[in-house]
């Protein structure tokens, strides 16, 4: 009988993980009992996620606010630090915020406006027209910005992160001094020790700051990128990707995931005899309508990944066919025409115009974001996502 049904996203609920489970085999077993309680078969080429968060809290890769103080105040000296472009986050950035704090005696908090780097706005696009300003060449004091757009609470969480990030530095004892402006080099006006806590921009970003005579200049991808006190750290990303844990820890990035995602493949292999894909994963890589807002605060969507995850999707464009090379065709003759040209698709379809609107992105930002999507933030318990049939096409 043909199938009916093509891609299927299930969530997959596990065990709460902690610090030292063999996490490898709770995956695996959690997939398989879940087969068999739903009654479906695992096949070649599903794919197995499991959510970066999960990873981090097996692999205990934890740090405190100290760790981070004790770090920057090494890398940047202790004294007037400027920190620019952060996001406007308490789980993703509060927690961080404290520990520079601690590590510095003043914070010239440098954010960018209208919104922060993955669009969460301290001030509407509207209001900014109406104040005459322009963004990308003015620079406003706190003073000024509160004569122009008062106290600003974002719509979702209530917080005016302006404030608030402020009273966080100076719980830890230091001074604060805040700027809003775009252009990375206006920090240099306060001080040549520069963070630049922007994510997907911070290469270019740094680049600039050093061109422009800083004489210090770390990434939140530069912190924590080796342990301090035999705390966790992320060699490859530092704090980014990191979230908060309790008041004081957070929880960093997951470390050398490789050998997890082959260990959750060969184990699948040996007990069903199916070679899956697996990978672990961040944030999807989609923005919310509404609120504008980008979900990729993680510098990448796939943490790790098995080498069948490599690549782009390589597919025509059905409704192309349809209207177009087969428009005279219908019923079982159009189905069969639209079929034996997927089989005769060539290995890569770039400026092939039957491939046009297909999602020109990778397989890992593409799966990962419909993972993310199922697992949801909150309270479903489905740390684990099972992706089947998303290599099928029309003829499978």
Same mark, same amino acid.
């Given at each position: 009988?043909?199938?009916?049904? =093509?891609?299927?996203?299930?969530?997959?609920?596990?065990?709460?993980?902690?610090?030292?489970?063999?996490?490898?085999?709770?995956?695996?077993?959690?997939?398989?009992?879940?087969?068999?309680?739903?009654?479906?078969?695992?096949?070649?080429?599903?794919?197995?996620?499991?959510?970066?968060?999960?990873?981090?809290?097996?692999?205990?890769?934890?740090?405190?606010?100290?760790?981070?103080?004790?770090?920057?105040?090494?890398?940047? =000296?202790?004294?007037?630090?400027?920190?620019?472009?952060?996001?406007?986050?308490?789980?993703?950035?509060?927690?961080?915020?404290?520990?520079?704090?601690?590590?510095?005696?003043?914070v010239v908090l440098m954010l960018s406006y209208p919104s922060d780097e993955v669009g969460n706005s301290l001030v509407s696009l509207d209001q900014v027209d109406e104040a005459g300003i322009n963004p990308y060449s003015d620079v406003?004091?706190?003073k000024r910005y509160r004569e122009l757009f008062g106290e600003n609470k974002h719509p979702f969480t209530g917080v005016d992160y302006v404030a608030y990030y402020c009273q966080l530095i100076e719980e830890q004892g230091a001074k604060a001094q805040v700027v809003f402006a775009n252009n990375p080099r206006e920090i240099l006006n306060y001080t040549k020790r520069v963070?630049?806590?922007?994510?997907?921009?911070?290469?270019?970003?740094?680049?600039?700051?050093?061109?422009?005579?800083?004489?210090?200049?770390?990434?939140?991808?530069?912190?924590?990128?080796?342990?301090?006190?035999?705390?966790?750290?992320?060699?490859?990303?530092? !704090?980014?990707?990191?979230?908060?844990?309790?008041?004081?820890?957070?929880?960093?990035?997951?470390?050398?995931?490789?050998?997890?995602?082959?260990?959750?493949?060969?184990?699948?292999?040996?007990?069903? =005899?199916?070679?899956?894909?697996?990978?672990?994963?961040?944030?999807?890589?989609?923005?919310?309508?509404?609120?504008?807002?980008?979900?990729?605060?993680?510098?990448?969507?796939?943490?790790?990944?098995?080498?069948?995850?490599?690549?782009?999707?390589?597919?025509?464009?059905?409704?192309?066919?349809?209207?177009?090379?087969?428009?005279?065709?219908?019923?079982?003759?159009?189905?069969?025409?639209?079929?034996?040209?997927?089989?005769?698709?060539?290995?890569?379809?770039?400026?092939?115009?039957?491939?046009?609107?297909?999602?020109?992105?990778?397989?890992?930002?593409?799966?990962?974001? !419909?993972?993310?999507?199922?697992?949801?933030?909150?309270?479903?318990?489905?740390?684990?996502?099972?992706?089947?049939?998303?290599?099928?096409?029309?003829?499978?």
């Amino acid at each position: 009988m043909e199938r009916k049904v =093509g891609t299927i996203s299930r969530g997959i609920r596990c065990p709460i993980i902690r610090e030292g489970d063999n996490l490898a085999e709770i995956v695996v077993d959690s997939v398989l009992d879940a087969a068999e309680s739903e009654g479906f078969e695992i096949r070649d080429r599903d794919v197995i996620s499991v959510t970066e968060s999960v990873v981090a809290r097996a692999q205990g890769n934890y740090a405190s606010i100290d760790a981070i103080a004790g770090d920057v105040k090494a890398k940047l =000296g202790g004294e007037t630090i400027g920190v620019i472009f952060p996001i406007l986050s308490r789980n993703r950035f509060s927690i961080c915020l404290k520990g520079i704090a601690k590590g510095a005696k003043k914070v010239v908090l440098m954010l960018s406006y209208p919104s922060d780097e993955v669009g969460n706005s301290l001030v509407s696009l509207d209001q900014v027209d109406e104040a005459g300003i322009n963004p990308y060449s003015d620079v406003l004091d706190l003073k000024r910005y509160r004569e122009l757009f008062g106290e600003n609470k974002h719509p979702f969480t209530g917080v005016d992160y302006v404030a608030y990030y402020c009273q966080l530095i100076e719980e830890q004892g230091a001074k604060a001094q805040v700027v809003f402006a775009n252009n990375p080099r206006e920090i240099l006006n306060y001080t040549k020790r520069v963070l630049t806590c922007d994510i997907h921009s911070r290469m270019r970003t740094k680049r600039i700051l050093k061109e422009a005579g800083a004489e210090v200049v770390c990434g939140m991808d530069d912190i924590l990128n080796a342990p301090v006190d035999g705390s966790g750290c992320n060699e490859k990303y530092g !704090l980014l990707g990191s979230n908060k844990s309790t008041e004081d820890t957070i929880k960093l990035f997951p470390r050398d995931c490789m050998d997890l995602v082959n260990d959750i493949q060969n184990k699948v292999l040996d007990r069903t =005899g199916k070679h899956v894909e697996v990978m672990v994963y961040g944030d999807g890589a989609f923005k919310d309508p509404v609120g504008k807002i980008w979900e990729l605060a993680d510098p990448v969507v796939s943490v790790a990944n098995t080498e069948g995850l490599e690549g782009t999707p390589n597919e025509v464009k059905l409704k192309y066919l349809a209207d177009n090379d087969f428009k005279d065709l219908s019923g079982e003759a159009l189905k069969n025409a639209v079929s034996q040209r997927i089989k005769e698709k060539k290995s890569d379809l770039v400026g092939d115009m039957a491939s046009q609107g297909t999602t020109p992105r990778r397989l890992t930002d593409l799966i990962g974001s !419909l993972c993310d999507l199922t697992s949801g933030s909150g309270d479903k318990g489905t740390p684990v996502i099972l992706v089947q049939g998303y290599f099928d096409n029309y003829t499978n």
